[in-house]
């Protein structure tokens, strides 16, 4: 009898995993995308778009997704090298060799916003920021002027490490207007109505998000582009973006 049960448990241990035996697709994340996007816990992806879409793309793959930590310093190296095969929330003029990447079909637009304190007069133009300090994201690249007016030191730029600690330093006048991505400003400021900060309604710039592929999939690449492009067509992607939304209206 208990030789049988020996047996059957490895059998019955794989039929509760859908992906039992599949191949592993490490996917990177960056903790710094904050939601929507991301909700890393103790280093682990633990809520977000990411992660839906993750789940999703290893189910229409069968493949056994592990999420992984990834700084944004170390995103190209970590891709190249294949200590992950696969990273979204991406851009490719975010990296200093895209050409050594490959690169999705767009999944959503995303757009760079100005977000203030809601009793400061407005900053409409970038000649009305100059000789202020505004709050940025380590190592991100911003639009050609802007980083024009940071190299000439026109504006002040301070790397701050999460866009959470970034809106409380603006909100105690640490910093006089912060940059970042419109969905996650607005999901944080709907999480924190106590913060009397306001984001202009004007973008700084427009750009597609993507995902980008390393040169160790384990499957081919055009997979995942169909994949991706599955999700873009039948419109998952802006139902997944929308669930995120939805379930922090529900937490509150």
């Not at 409380?168 to 106590?194: N, S, T, W």
Request: glycine share 6%; net charge negative.
């Amino acid at each position: 009898m208990r030789t049988d049960l020996q047996r059957l448990l490895p059998i019955c241990l794989c039929l509760t995993s859908v992906l039992c035996g599949a191949e592993e697709l490490r996917w990177g994340y960056s903790p710094s995308n904050g939601m929507p996007y991301v909700e890393s816990i103790d280093h682990e992806l633990a809520h977000g778009f990411v992660r839906d879409l993750g789940e999703r793309v290893g189910q229409l793959l069968k493949l056994e997704v592990r999420f992984i930590e990834t700084p944004d310093k170390r995103v190209e190296t970590s891709l190249q090298q294949g200590n992950i095969q696969l990273l979204c929330i991406n851009n490719p003029q975010w990296m200093s060799a895209p050409e050594k990447l490959r690169w999705s079909p767009s999944l959503f637009e995303e757009e760079d916003v100005l977000a203030q304190r809601g009793d400061a007069p407005s900053f409409d133009t970038l000649d009305a920021l100059h000789g202020h300090t505004l709050g940025t994201s380590l190592g991100y690249v911003y639009p050609p002027a802007l980083m024009e007016a940071f190299a000439s030191r026109a504006i002040h730029r301070n790397d701050v490490r999460n866009l959470e600690t970034r809106l409380r330093m603006l909100e105690h006048k640490r910093l006089d207007a912060i940059v970042d991505m419109r969905r996650p400003l607005q999901f944080l400021l709907e999480e924190h109505p106590d913060l009397a900060i306001r984001i202009n309604p004007g973008a700084l710039q427009r750009y597609s998000i993507h995902c980008s592929y390393g040169p160790t999939l384990p499957v081919p690449v055009e997979r995942f582009d169909a994949a991706l492009q599955k999700l873009v067509d039948d419109g998952s992607i802006q139902r997944m973006l929308a669930r995120q939304g939805q379930l922090l209206r529900q937490r509150r």
